[in-house]
């Protein structure tokens, strides 16, 4: 079974500086992939970045960017430059290869201020 | 926007009640899965519809059912609702099994009461 975990329940950060949302996974499967969303209080779940198992570099997709450490199972999201429009809830989830499913995480609550 | 839609937005049913959800999945998508999100936690699979077929389901008591029709929107239907079905369902769709293009529609925050 898939499982993330991830152990900020909420992080502050000035606006425009770089802020690190962490996730560990743990899986057996040698095929997955990991995702971050991002949820604002409007409750739609955003896809922001994606990384397979198997990808040799790290995903970056605009200001976000992964920090994908396959032997410590860990997946980090990095937000460079953060915006007010960054203040949500992100989650990071975890699809095993051939399966249906996306094993969430409980997020992780990020405020940005002024 | 992704292009999915959810109705209603917001419902309020009282215990023992049924309860049907539906999804317009985006342009081109066949698949269609849900989730259901408590307070304060990540979503959780329920199950997921591939071209009108179900092809997987998580940890969910029968009463929690599906149907994916023809033009692949979809239903969710809750029978015998009880006070922990309160949440916000969340269905997303793909096209195939592609993950990373997987998109969440805004969701239905149902209040059992």
């Known amino acids: 079974a898939q499982k993330i975990t991830q152990t900020q329940p909420g992080m502050f950060v000035q606006e425009k500086e770089a802020v690190t949302l962490d996730c560990t996974y743990d899986t057996s499967d040698p095929s997955y992939g990991l995702f971050w969303y991002k949820q604002p209080s409007s409750g739609e779940m955003i896809f922001l970045i994606y990384q397979g198992s198997y990808d040799q570099q790290n995903a970056t997709e605009g200001r976000y960017s992964l920090n994908f450490q396959k032997a410590r199972k860990s997946a980090n999201l990095v937000i460079s430059a953060s915006q007010l429009g960054d203040s949500a809830m992100y989650f990071c989830a975890i699809h095993r290869g051939g399966s249906e499913k996306l094993v969430f995480g409980k997020g992780t609550k990020l405020t940005v201020n002024p | 926007e992704t292009g999915v839609t959810q109705s209603p937005t917001h419902l309020i049913k009282t215990r023992g009640q049924q309860v049907t959800l539906r999804c317009s999945s985006q342009?081109?998508?066949?698949?269609v899965s849900w989730y259901q999100q408590a307070l304060g936690q990540g979503p959780q699979f329920i199950f997921q519809y591939y071209r009108e077929e179900e092809n997987g389901r998580g940890n969910f008591p029968p009463r929690f059912s599906g149907l994916q029709f023809p033009n692949y929107s979809s239903e969710l239907n809750v029978n015998a609702l009880e006070l922990d079905d309160s949440a916000l369902y969340l269905c997303a769709s793909s096209s195939g099994l592609e993950y990373y293009e997987q998109y969440f529609g805004p969701g239905t925050r149902l209040t059992v009461t």
């Open positions: 342009s081109g998508h066949n698949t």
